[in-house]
Nanobody, 125 residues
Framework: EVQLVESGGGLVQAGGSLRLSCAASGFTFDDYAIGWFRQAPGKVREGVSCISSSDGRIYYSDSVKGRFTISSDNAKNTVYLQLNSLKPEDTAVYYC??????????????????WGQGTQVTVSS
């Protein structure tokens, strides 16, 4: 059974930091890219970052570049998203997703195969 389990969300003041984790199981981790998405109330889900599990290539959306850092521990089948310099507009449910790497690892942000259940991040002003 495929599982993606996010953790690490919470309430933090503006300017603070959080580290989200995405623990994966049930599939060959090295064959998949892992992406992080977020969805704020009333807004469309947004892909913010992804990482190739096979070679470590990384992508960030402009909205988080320079503040968020994605990393992967392949031995633990876990991907992390470090959120720094948080702003109230970063408030959202954050999801991780996995997509088989075909042609371009960033395809996970367009058409992932598996989703996690999400973790809430709330940034107070």
């Amino acid at each position: 059974e495929v599982q993606l389990v996010e953790s690490g969300g919470g309430l933090v003041q503006a300017g603070g930091s959080l580290r989200l984790s995405c623990a994966a199981s049930g599939f060959t981790f090295d064959d998949y890219a892992i992406g992080w998405f977020r969805q704020a109330p009333g807004k469309v889900r947004e892909g913010v970052s992804c990482i190739s599990s096979s070679d470590g290539r990384i992508y960030y959306s402009d909205s988080v570049k320079g503040r968020f850092t994605i990393s992967s521990d392949n031995a633990k089948n876990t991907v992390y998203l470090q959120l720094n310099s948080l702003k109230p507009e970063d408030t959202a449910v954050y999801y991780c997703a996995a997509g088989r790497e075909v042609l371009d690892f960033r395809v996970v942000l367009l058409a992932p195969d598996y989703w996690g259940q999400g973790t809430q991040v709330t940034v107070s002003s």
